[in-house]
């Protein structure tokens, strides 16, 4: 589990092909100082994907892909040098700063503009559709990893505000309108969208 709070903007440093199939190993480079202490085997959500650290050095860390993943979700556009949003794994007693984000990614949405408002950037994202009923204005949801509260939402487009810190610390600082992104729908929207279908 984690928060959407987004400790660290990691950079991929090879990709490389794994076994006969299509899966995929990422090796990112990350700017945190204790990147050898965590543990083989823990979960790191990239860019807002749950995924598992099956190597670990100074500063970097190695993650398996499945094709499945990597046709899921936009991690099969990466290239060496894209930048990639990080948070370690929630521990019991640190601050619940975002909402609660499993790391499963709904569905892949696209960045369609960009505008200044006030202090911040207003930005606007394209949804599938089987995914935008779950998105409510001022509700939560978690774009490549980042919680962020919808601002509004018209058919299967929706609008949040980046603010400078957001921008400087996350992929927000160099994403383009056009450009493919991790959707995470609120888990309680999840479960009530459930509820009311088996009524």
Known sequence: MFTGIITALGTVRAIEPLGAGKDMRLV???PWEDTATIALGASIACSGCCLTAVELAEDQFAVDASAETLACTT???WTVGSQVNLERSLRVGDELGGHIVSGHVDGVGRAISKTPENGSIRWRFQVPADLARFIAAKGSVAIDGTSLTVNDVQGDTFGVNIIPHTASVTRFGTLQPGDAVNIEI???????ARLAETK
């Open 75 to 77: 991690l099969g556009t």
């Open 186 to 192: 609120d888990m309680l929207a999840r479960y009530v």
């Open 28 to 30: 990112i480079a990350a």
